[in-house]
């Protein structure tokens, strides 16, 4: 599965696209709503978009999710943020489980239940 990450800010960008590739997953990464809608176009494989609220640029979060939401239905969105916070990489993955279901390791990072 394909998942877009949209997040400004390098680093918190970086370590969540880490997380999701090891979880098996194909991350694209877009540091702002312009970047991403170009990522949307070149890239139908798509099919789960996260997105910072709080970006510079032509729009924000919330307007970018109503783009997507417009343009490409079957894409998930999911969208975090509050002024000055970014969510733990582990709360965007126990969001992203509701879409996914989460690799056997994932679930038992998550839960705290030793490896098998």
Known sequence: MSVLVVEDEALIRLDFASELETEGFEVFEAANADQAIVLLVAEPSIRVMFTDIDMPGSMDGLKLAAAVHDRWPPVKI??????????????????????APPSKATRNRLTGLPAR
């Open 78 to 99: 999911i969208v975090q943020g509050r002024p000055g916070n970014s969510l733990p990489v582990a709360m965007w993955l126990i969001a992203f489980m509701t879409l």
